[in-house]
């Protein structure tokens, strides 16, 4: 393998490498503009975090 030869391979690879996390981005970001016919990708599930929206207050025993 010549030096050239190797250098067009890297070059490639860090090419089709960047086109496939574009191409990635671009799915998620289309997908979820369209999001209301179909569910959105959700980034970061595995974090059980329930969002500020979702929370809701506890309710008071009533005290007799």
Same mark, same amino acid.
């Given at each position: ?20 996390c ?8 289309v ?6 016919? +179909?569910?959105?990708? #959700? +980034? ?19 005290? #007799?």
């Amino acid at each position: 393998m010549t030096v050239e030869s190797a250098a067009t391979f890297l070059a490639g690879s860090l090419l089709i490498g960047l086109a496939l996390c574009f191409l990635t981005v671009v799915i998620v970001f289309v997908n979820n503009v369209f999001s209301r016919f +179909w569910v959105p990708i #959700k +980034w970061l599930n595995f974090i059980d975090i329930p969002l500020a929206a979702e929370q809701q207050p506890k309710q008071e025993e009533k005290k #007799k």
